[in-house]
C-alpha cells in the first residue's frame, strides 16, 4: 500500500503567495475598474542583452548542423561554461577550480536539493526572516517536528532572528547546529553580510564542524566595494561552505533558467575527509540531473564575457534606480525603510506596529499596490513589508506615485 510523504502536511508557511492571490483577486472582484501595481514578486521585467541573445542563438545554431550538434551535456555543466564561472571568481580574487563547479538549472533547486547530501538529523538553522525554500526544503526531508501556529516556528529547526537591532543579520547560534543557511545580499532584508559577520560563521562553522550553505544570487546587486560578493572572499570557507549563485538576477535568466553551486575540495564535515561533499554532490548532480540545457550554456558563457558584464551591470543599475525610487518615495512620507542599496529590495517597517498583513490590506485598498507581508518570510518578517525593484521604471515610478498620494498615515 503506498503511502505519501506525510512531511508535505506539515508545510505551513506555503500559504504566502497563494493567498497574496487570494486577496487580490478579491480586491478587483469588488473593484473591476482598478488596475493593480505589483511590486509584489522578485522576478526580472527587462529584455536579455544583445551578448546574451547573440549567445543564445549561437547555441541554436549549432544545433542545426550535423557537425556541431551536441546532445546530452556533462551532467553539471560542459567544461566552458565551468570555465566561464571560474573567472567570474578570479576576478573576485577567489580560485574556483572547474571540478568544484556544478552547473544547474537554477538556485532554486540547488538551495533545495542541497540538503539531500546531508544526514537527516542534521540541526538546520536559518536566517530568520529568509527565502522559503531553504525551511520548507528541509521540513520535507524530515529534519523538523511540526509547525506550532503560537511561534509559527517548526520544531527542531533554529531560528537565527534578523531584526532592526542587529542590523538585519543575526547573530551566531547558541546552540550547536550542522546546516546554516546565509543569503547575502538577503531576500527578504536586502541587507548584506559584512565581511566581519562571515568570518564569524565561518569561525563558528570550523569549530563546530558545521556546514554553512551561502545563497549569492543577489551578489551582482552589491554596489558597495567593501562587501563580498562571494563567501570565498573570507579566509577558510572553502572549509565550510557551499555557495549558491545564479544568472537569474545577475543576467534576466529566471525564464530561461541557469545556476551553479560550488563544493569546494576542502569542505569536510564530521564524517566526510577532503573531497567526499564534492564527489557526494557530483554523484546528485550525475543521478538526478541531466545538465543544464546546450542553449542555454552559450548564453551563460556569453553573459560571463567582460562585455556581457558591462550589460549585465547595465541592466542590474536599472533595477537600483527603481530601489532608488522606492526609498526615497517611501522615505519622504515618514516611512521607515531598509535594505535597497546593495540588493534589489526595499523592507519597510509597517507603520503604527501593524501587522505585515493589516499593512498588505491597507497599501491594496488605498493605494492599488501589492507587496509581500514579511510575516511571510518568518516569524521576525512581522511588522515588516517587503517591496521589489523589479518592474518596468514608469511601473515603479507611478506606484511609488500613488503610494506617496494615498497612503493614509
Ligand atoms: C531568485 C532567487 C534565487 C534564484 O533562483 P533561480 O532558480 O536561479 O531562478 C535564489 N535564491 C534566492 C534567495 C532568490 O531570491
Redesign the pocket.
Known sequence: MARTNSNYDKLAAGYLFPEITRRTDLFLENNPDVTLMKLGI?NTTEPLTPSVIRGLHEGVDRLAHVETYTGYTVNYGDVPIRKAISGYYQKLGVTADINEIFVS???????GNIQSIFCTDSIVAVQDPA?P?YVDTNVIAGRTGAFIPETRQYERMVYMPCHEENGFFPALPEQKVDLIYI?SPN?PTGTVATRSQLEAFIRYAIANKAVIVF?A??AAFIQDPGLPRSIYEIEDAKKCAIE?N????MAG??GV???WTVVPMDLVTENAASGKVNRMWERRMNTFFNGPSNIVQLGGIAALSDQGQRECRQLVDYYMNNARIIRDGLTEIGLKVYGGKNAPYVWLKTPSQMTSWAFFDKLLEETHVVGTPGSGFGPSGEGFFRLSAFGHTEDISKAVRNIKENLRL
Open positions: 522578485g538549472d537554477g538556485a532554486k533547486p540547488d538551495s527565502y525554500v543569503c531576500n545563497d544570487a543577489y549558491i545564479s544568472f537569474s538576477k535568466f529566471t533558467r541557469l545556476g
